[in-house]
């Protein structure tokens, strides 16, 4: 079953005025565009977490050498984070598809936009596990309701996974898939209550299905 939000019970705070660095991407394999028959299961990894700056420099797909997991005691909440998806530029995204009934796998590298997640206190915020951003996407259906197109990827024991931190007043640069499909629509991310800005895509009405049995998602899951 899908959830529908509201949009005053979101937070949007800042995103028109937060200005993108520009990210230049070293990866020179091919991009495809991703045309989903169902919802996916997408990883949003950090590729970058840091101090702002006017550029960001990627080279396949690698998070920049600068970062370094924070070990505090004193944490702020994510409440004053801002989300910024960016669709001026485009990133390279890369996933794993699964194939032969989940036996076999290969890379995917796909057509995707900046995400820039900002910091405006001034302290530090736990963020989540193993580099990954626990974002989903959402999108107006055709009763303009906010529904989610994406899923969780679960775990059912411990991992072991590295927690990250944002620092004040930095930022984590990750990705976002540019679907594409035969419903235009409005899409955003969200990250607990904290919504992106809204930008225009293309999506397919199936990926509103979102299944309960998240094995069914895996085509589109990242590896750790």
Known sequence: MCVAFQKSDSLNRGSDIFRSPIVIDRSYSKRIKINCTEAQ??????????????????????KNPDHRRLQLTHFGTYSALIIKVDTSQLITGKNIEYFNNGNDKR????????????????????????????LRMEALDIENNWRFIEQYRMYYCGTGLPKFYLPDNGIILTSAPKYTGEFKTKLRLRYKEIVSNEFYGSINLKQFDIEADSVRLKRFGNEY
């Open 41 to 62: 299961i997408i990883n949003y990894k950090a590729l970058y977490i840091g101090k702002y700056t006017d550029t960001i420099r990627l080279v396949d797909g690698v």
């Open 107 to 134: 890379e995917i590298f796909y057509e995707a936009y900046p995400v820039f997640l900002y910091n405006t206190q001034g302290d530090t915020v736990y963020m989540g596990s193993g580099m990954v951003l626990p």
